[in-house]
Each structure stands twice: as structure tokens, then as C-alpha cells.
């Protein structure tokens, strides 16, 4: 059974960094696609930045490009999510996601808040 936690969220100043984890339980880790997601209040989810299992295609929504950055350890099976240059229209939940249906998974979120 797939657990995903992640971790890392905070109230943080614009302009300011948070790193978000995501440390995943079972062996199918190395081997899966991993995603970030958030969602704002009244807004729908969506994708941030997606990263193969061997790290060498990655990809970012255009609203993060250049600030923020994916990457995992997959001797760690965790997934990071290093941000920077915060904005607060990143203020949202971020999820991470393993997968792809009908197996994929999802964990509980973390909160992220910039302030203005």
C-alpha cells in the first residue's frame, strides 16, 4: 500500500523559500512518475511540476517557471518541491501524487500561505 505525506508548509513573507517533501511509503516509488498539484480556495487543482522516475524529464506550470523547482531522492523515496520568490497568489494546499489512474495516489496536502 502506497502513503504519501508530505510536509514543509508554512506562512511565509512574499519574496521568501519554502522546500515541501513528500516521503513515500512502498517499493513502486523508484519507478513512478511523481507530481505536485495545489489547489486554492474556490479554485480547481492543479498541476505544478511533474518529474520522471529517473529525474530526466521535468516539467513545471507556466506560473512557477524560474521560481520554483522538483527533484527526488529516490534512495529516500521523497519528493521536494523547493520554492522560491514566493508570491501569494501561490497561496493554495499542494499535493504530491504518485502515478497514474487507476493506480495513483495521492497524499493529504500541506498548507502554503504568502503573505503580502
Known amino acids: 500500500q502506497v502513503q504519501l505525506v508530505e510536509s514543509g508548509g508554512g506562512l511565509v513573507q512574499a519574496g521568501g523559500s519554502l522546500r515541501l517533501s513528500c516521503a513515500a511509503s512502498?517499493?513502486?516509488?523508484?519507478?513512478?512518475?511523481m507530481r505536485w498539484y495545489r489547489q486554492a480556495p474556490g479554485n480547481q487543482r492543479e498541476l505544478v511540476a511533474s518529474?520522471?522516475?529517473?529525474?530526466?524529464?521535468?516539467n513545471y506550470a507556466d506560473s512557477v517557471k524560474g521560481r520554483f523547482t522538483v527533484s527526488r531522492d529516490n534512495d529516500k523515496n521523497t519528493l521536494y518541491l523547493q520554492m522560491n520568490s514566493l508570491k501569494p497568489e501561490d497561496t493554495a494546499v499542494y499535493y504530491c501524487?504518485?502515478?497514474?489512474?487507476?493506480?495513483?495516489?495521492w497524499g493529504q496536502g500541506t498548507q502554503v500561505t504568502v503573505s503580502s
Open positions: 501524487r504518485q502515478g497514474w489512474p487507476p493506480r495513483d495516489y
Open positions: 512502498g517499493s513502486t516509488f523508484t519507478s513512478s512518475t
Open positions: 518529474i520522471s522516475p529517473g529525474s530526466k524529464t521535468i
